[in-house]
T-cell receptor
Framework: DTAVSQTPKYLVTQMGNDKSIKCEQN?????MYWYKQDSKKFLKIMFS???????INETVPNRFSPKSPDKAHLNLHINSLELGDSAVYFC?????????????FGEGSWLTVV | SQQGEEDPQALSIQEGENATMNCSYK?????LQWYRQNSGRGLVHLIL?????REKHSGRLRVTLDTSKKSSSLLITASRAADTASYFC??????????FGDGTTLTVKP
């Protein structure tokens, strides 16, 4: 069974559109994340939720809005997509927000904005 | 700026050789982790080393940590073609916020 699953895996869309990426984890973790990886493989945290509560919100345009309906799900909605949003978005989870917890990553969602 | 920086950016070796990757960071940390990313896949945790540890082993992996130099190294011994991947270090200075380095792309030629 896939521990952290995200959909869609590939998404090609036009500038200005609104899109969502969904993420679910079946590990029973209480903390979930969204990371963005650019073309140079630079991986940066965007958001983190612990028990549905936002705990990390990095400097991300407010066009990006995460939503956590329950602690097993963390979706990412992006409004008014721009060319620079093209990247791979990784959902991840961990147990607790204590230092040193292993982060489990999904397989990534490849977003291409044209 | 990015907390962790890996060196080298890319490394190409023959199967059977050892591969060494380095990670340097800027601020004090609680622990440091190494992750692996196969092409087109998500990151997978390899090993964690805490700030009070100097060396750790896991199978063919050996990780060292020098907090005085703010650096860590990952050694993969007797490399295999299947070790071809990108390797990232992640530092955890603040609880719940792991900061990843730029990664080292390792190519192991059969």
């Amino acid at each position: 069974d896939t521990a952290v699953s995200q959909t869609p895996k590939y998404l090609v869309t036009q500038m200005g559109n609104d899109k969502s990426i969904k993420c679910e984890q079946n590990l029973g973790h209480d903390t979930m994340y969204w990371y963005k990886q650019d073309s140079k493989k630079f991986l940066k945290i965007m958001f983190s939720y612990n028990n549905k509560e936002l705990i990390i919100n990095e400097t991300v345009p407010n066009r990006f809005s995460p939503k956590s309906p329950d602690k097993a799900h963390l979706n990412l909605h992006i409004n008014s997509l721009e060319l620079g949003d093209s990247a791979v978005y990784f959902c991840a989870s961990s147990q607790g927000k204590v230092s040193g917890n292993t982060i489990y990553f999904g397989e990534g969602s490849w977003l291409t904005v044209v | 700026s990015q907390q962790g920086e890996e060196d080298p950016q890319a490394l190409s070796i023959q199967e059977g050789e050892n591969a060494t990757m380095n990670c340097s960071y800027k601020t004090s940390i609680n622990n440091l982790q190494w992750y692996r990313q196969n092409s087109g896949r998500g990151l997978v945790h390899l090993i964690l080393i805490r700030s009070n540890e100097r060396e750790k082993h896991s199978g063919r992996l050996r990780v060292t940590l020098d907090t005085s130099k703010k650096s860590s190294s990952l050694l993969i011994t007797a490399s295999r073609a299947a070790d071809t991947a990108s390797y990232f270090c992640a530092t955890d200075a603040n609880a719940g916020k792991s900061t990843f380095g730029d990664g080292t792309t390792l190519t192991v030629k059969p």
